[in-house]
């Protein structure tokens, strides 16, 4: 069996991310840019907050199934499933991280990147 590479922008990868985030009821999507910012990690951030532990995990899951689904990626690692504070689901370009409330008010990431491109999206009841 070969592997095929897949070619996705990161773009449109976020794009189906935030779709994914939406499916589940995320809440306060936002999307910091760096692309514009030399030397960094990753070209954006996705953050996003649940209600419960469940909650988050659902989000997760969800946003992965739906990626997968619609372009056949994978995320490169992800981790924080044991207590669902806090999972990093790492897709390299795109790092998505899905909070429990309290937990993303404590760390408030958005924060550290004010030189950053900062999105909010509104979910739709």
Known sequence: MIRQKIQITSEKLADSIIEGIKDKKGLEI???????????????????????????EAIADGLVEYVRTKHGVKPWRSEGYQ?????????????????????????????????????QFEVAD
């Open 30 to 56: 936002a999307q910091l840019g760096f692309k514009k910012i030399k030397n960094a990690i990753c070209d954006s951030f996705i953050i996003c907050h649940g209600n419960s532990s469940t909650h988050v």
């Open 83 to 119: 207590n669902a504070e806090w999972i990093l689901i790492d897709y390299v370009d795109v790092v998505v991280h899905v909070f429990q409330q309290q937990t993303r008010n404590y760390y408030r990431l958005e924060d550290f990147w004010s030189d950053a491109e900062f999105k």
